[in-house]
């Protein structure tokens, strides 16, 4: 596929991959608790945990030409949030992913970005499935991931939380093998 798929735009945003230049703005998003009330022990305490994930993200950029968007909308230099798709190689799928600042959520934002991420991993490579990895819990996610056409593949306890009870779901477009199932329900 020749396509860039870098620069997409949707009715309301421009998603761009990230970059070096998103990290405070990332930062900024990825330590406002309100953004991780599902999920606390995930915010950024520094910016350096921040820089070390954008530069992870540009880095699967370059290998695989697609991953995750920083989310502006049209014409505006705000960060509103990010979110796409990246391959997950040890289960070969392509995780969707999003996250918004409080004062961009229930706007339909994250649909609009995730909705790309599908339609862009299943041009670039159709035969990867696509997965949502997400808490119980977390109902607008789970709302939004179930509005975008994927069927709850697993349901089990979320290794490695500081949550006992925290129950973490796994969502597919197409059902995933035996050994998938496995590994993304060790993660």
């Not at 798709?85 to 996250?99: S, T």
């Not at 918004?100 to 035969?127: V, W």
């Not at 973490?168 to 329900?185: I, M």
Request: hydrophobic content about 45%.
């Amino acid at each position: 596929m020749t396509t860039d798929l870098r620069s997409v735009c949707t009715d309301r945003l421009d998603l761009r991959a990230l970059t070096a230049d998103d990290v405070d703005a990332m930062h900024a998003l990825n330590a406002d608790p309100a953004v991780w009330q599902h999920f606390p022990q995930g915010r950024h305490a520094t910016r350096e945990r921040t820089r070390a994930d954008v530069d992870a993200a540009v880095a699967l950029w370059d290998r695989d030409g697609l991953g995750y968007w920083a989310a502006r909308p049209h014409g505006s230099p705000d960060l509103a949030g990010f979110g796409g798709v990246r391959l997950l190689d040890d289960a070969g799928v392509w995780n969707l992913a999003f996250r918004f600042a409080p004062r961009y959520q229930g706007q339909g934002l994250a649909r609009e970005t995730a909705q790309a991420g599908l339609d862009a991993a299943r041009a670039l490579r159709p035969d990867v499935p696509v997965i949502a990895y997400l808490l119980e819990h977390n109902a607008g996610s789970k709302r939004l991931t179930e509005r975008l056409g994927l069927v709850l593949r697993w349901r089990g306890p979320d290794a490695g939380n500081v949550d006992p009870d925290a129950v973490r779901l796994v969502y597919s477009d197409r059902p995933l093998s035996d050994e998938a199932l496995g590994l993304l329900a060790a993660r």
